[in-house]
């Protein structure tokens, strides 16, 4: 099983829309959690840090389930501009610098 | 407010070449990350360091060395390159565990 996982997508949704993105990680003692995004041939670049209360950050919500070993990513009100890859990343207990990422989710919105 | 440089952005070797990628960072990092992203894999740990002189492998370190003799520099080495190593390959460094990485613009190397 990998470390993290998650749905590679594509999800197609239309300007406007909410959509959610689930990424599971398999280290139960995991210790920071960031969801990044990724435009197509660029570098990753930190969309947002993953807090245990949750946040949110405009249209973007990010929650942790420990429980359930996931995070996830809202976004509300779909724009144009949110299409990219979006890669959630995970350091794992014990893991020092390693930071691992998940394969990602491609999301495409459309007119 | 350079942040991570990679170089170079692109290189095309051929098959047994030897080469090494650059990656130097000014933000004082201690921590610091080579990745290959691969088509459908997303980003895979190579090589990672918490400081000068202490390095450690990742998932997929075969095929490659690295050394860390300065905070400010990482270089990652293909002592043999072979087609399976043609990738994008990203250098990151981060503060610490709980902060974020920050990427260089990657590195897009074919091996023919």
């Known amino acids: 099983r990998k470390e993290v996982e998650q749905d590679p997508g594509p999800f197609n949704v239309p300007e406007g829309a909410t959509v959610a993105f689930n990424c599971t990680y398999s280290?139960?003692?995991?210790?920071?959690f960031f969801w990044y995004r990724q435009d197509c041939r660029k570098e990753p670049k930190l969309l947002m840090s993953?807090?245990?209360s949750g946040n949110e950050d405009g249209r973007f919500t990010a929650q942790l389930n420990r429980a359930s070993q996931y995070i996830s990513l809202l976004i509300r009100d779909s724009k144009l501009s949110d299409s990219a890859t979006y890669l959630c990343?995970?350091?794992?207990?014990?893991?020092?610098?390693?930071?691992?990422f998940g394969a990602g989710t491609r999301l495409a919105v459309h007119p | 407010n350079a942040g991570v440089t990679q170089t170079p952005k692109f290189q095309v070797l051929k098959t047994g070449q030897s080469m090494t990628l650059q990656c130097a960072q000014d933000?004082?990092?201690?921590?610091m990350s080579w990745y290959r992203q691969d088509p459908g894999m997303g980003l895979r740990l190579i090589h990672y360091?918490?400081?000068?002189?202490?390095?450690d492998q990742g998932e997929v370190p075969n095929g490659y060395n690295v050394s860390r003799s300065t905070t400010e520099d990482f270089p990652l080495r293909l002592l043999s390159a072979a087609p399976s190593q043609t990738s994008v390959y990203f250098c990151?460094?981060?503060?610490?565990?709980?902060?974020?990485?920050?990427f260089g613009q990657g590195t897009r190397l074919t091996v023919v």
């Open positions: 990151a460094s981060r503060f610490d565990r709980d902060t974020e990485a920050f």
């Open positions: 280290n139960s003692a995991s210790q920071s």
């Open positions: 993953v807090y245990s």
């Open positions: 990343a995970v350091t794992p207990w014990g893991g020092y610098n390693k930071l691992i």
């Open positions: 933000m004082n990092h201690e921590y």
């Open positions: 360091s918490v400081g000068a002189g202490i390095t």
